[in-house]
């Protein structure tokens, strides 16, 4: 299996419930190791840029404003198989249908407060790396 690098987000609910360090236990315990990360505020602009391929779905502004509500921890993840690996840790988009154990199981609230967002592909991955990170500000390990 290939060394895959993937974008994760932990969102403004998770981040106020205190849950980062949780979160993130699950990551390492799981094989995928932190190669970078930053706390930020999301803009507007941020938000809606990267969101870009929901732009037409109905939820589109206010998980906008749920993005931009308060602090987020961006991090690059990279790992044997991170992409998939990070997916299954998280769980279903809806926490009602995540699985016992996964991250939005029991961080999540609803659909749109989920706790979590992960690289759905490899091509999302890149495009989700580079919106946020330079490549001098990944430590790679592999
Ligand atoms: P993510 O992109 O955040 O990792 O989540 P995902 O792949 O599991 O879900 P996706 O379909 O890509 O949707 C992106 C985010 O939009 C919010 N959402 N709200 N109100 C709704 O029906 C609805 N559907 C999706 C969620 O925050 C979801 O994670
Ligand atoms: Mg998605």
């Not at 895959?4 to 932990?10: A, G, P, W």
């Not at 970078?36 to 999301?42: C, H, S």
């Not at 044997?80 to 199981?105: F, S, W």
Request: charged residues 25%; glycine residues 8%.
């Amino acid at each position: 299996m290939a060394v895959e690098r993937t974008l994760s987000i932990i969102k403004p609910d998770a981040v106020a419930k205190n849950a980062i360090g949780e979160i993130y236990a699950r990551f390492e315990k799981n094989g995928l190791r932190i190669v970078a990360a930053k706390m930020m505020q999301l803009s507007q602009a941020q938000a809606e840029g990267f969101y870009a391929e929901h732009k037409e779905r109905p939820f589109f502004n206010d998980l906008v404003g749920f993005m931009t509500s308060g602090p987020v921890m961006v991090q690059a993840l990279e790992g044997e198989n991170a992409i998939a690996t990070n997916r299954e840790l998280m769980g279903a988009t809806d926490p009602q249908k995540a699985d016992a154990g996964t991250i939005r199981a029991d961080f999540a609230q609803s659909v749109e407060a989920n706790a979590v967002h992960g690289s759905d592909s490899s091509e999302s991955a890149a495009r989700e790396v580079a919106f946020f990170f330079e490549d001098g500000e990944i430590c790679s390990r592999g």
